[in-house]
Every structure is written in C-alpha cells, then in structure tokens.
C-alpha cells in the first residue's frame, strides 16, 4: 500500500444568473424525485457507476456495495440534505417489464457556506453519453434554487476530463484546486 494524491477541482456556479437550456431526455428515460425507499436503489446506481472508475480509488466507498449504501444514509441524514435537488434517471425502454435504474444524484446545503453542494452525479456505464449527467445537474440546480440558494458546487478529480468538461460547459468555473491522499494498494 502507499499514498497517492489525486488532484481535485472545486467547481461553482452563479444560480443568479440564467441556467443552460434543459436538456431533453432520450425516449425511454425519465426522473424520480426523491423518495426515502428509493435509498438502497440511489446507493446501488452509485455503486453500478463508480466501482470501476477512479473515483472509486479516491473514495474507496465508491467500489463497495455495502460502502455506497452507507454514503447514501449518510448523506441523507445530513442536517442540510436537499431532497428537491435529488434525482434518479430511470430507463424504461418499451417492451421491457421493469426499468433499469441508471443515474443518480443528490444535493445537500452545505451548513458552514450557505451553498448549495452537489453529491456524486453517477451514471452507469451503458447509458453514459445520452445527457443524462446534464439532466441530474439541472434538475438539482434547480432544487437548489427553488430552496433560495445562490451558488451551488461540486468537487470532481480533475483526471476526470469528461465531467470535468461537461461541468465548465453546463457554467461552473473552477474555483479552487485540492489533493486528497488515498491509499492505493500497488501492484
């Protein structure tokens, strides 16, 4: 085992001024809002989403099933969990029985500044490149708006250059550059 330092951007965005136009979603695609017995399926979308990226490096929870499910109660136990800025995408293509759960997101109110704070935006591996992360964002964006907040952010590992794009695109602008250490076992 040794200690790795991954870098990490804070990213902000200004809910003052006008938000990208709202995506469309695919035919077949739709959004839950929150609900608490949709927990274990939130933390299992992170799961289905993380565990074979980096992030689940960074974050080792990220990689475990039972770890996900923590985070989830975690989050959603915060003082400042933000249920409207809280969403699941949902596949349901039209001759399947059930739909597959794919995307996932969660806001919180961060105590300390007043903004708002964008938790883990995952999609799974075979619906990626469909919108889907630019619809999570803009349907908790607005959340976050509607509970009166003026400035939401989120962190992601900079080595992430897709969402790292896709955030700057959709109007955040890099606010501060952070290391996390974690440990990695080396092969």
């Not at 959004?31 to 949709?38: F, G, N, V």
């Not at 619809?135 to 400035?151: N, P, S, W």
């Amino acid at each position: 085992m040794g200690v790795t330092y991954f870098k990490r951007y804070r990213m902000e965005i200004d809910l003052t001024r006008p938000l990208f136009a709202p995506p469309r979603l695919a035919e077949g695609y739709s959004l839950l809002a929150w609900s608490e017995k949709l927990l274990p399926v939130h933390a299992e979308v992170k799961y289905k989403s993380f565990r074979d990226e980096l992030d689940a490096n960074v974050f080792p929870c990220l990689g475990d099933r039972e770890g996900c499910r923590r985070l989830m109660e975690e989050i959603s136990a915060r003082e400042g969990f933000l249920p409207e800025a809280t969403w699941l995408v949902q596949y349901w293509p039209e001759h399947a029985t059930r739909p597959e759960l794919c995307g996932t997101i969660q806001g919180v109110i961060d105590t300390v500044s007043g903004m708002g704070a964008i938790q883990n935006i995952g999609v799974t591996p075979n619906h990626r490149s469909q919108g889907l992360g630019s619809t999570l964002v803009y349907y908790a964006l607005g959340g976050f708006h509607k509970a009166g907040l003026r400035r939401v952010f989120l962190e992601v590992t900079a080595q992430n250059t897709g969402a790292v794009r896709l955030y700057h695109r959709l109007g955040f602008r890099t606010t501060k550059t952070v290391y996390k250490a974690a440990e990695i076992a080396y092969v």
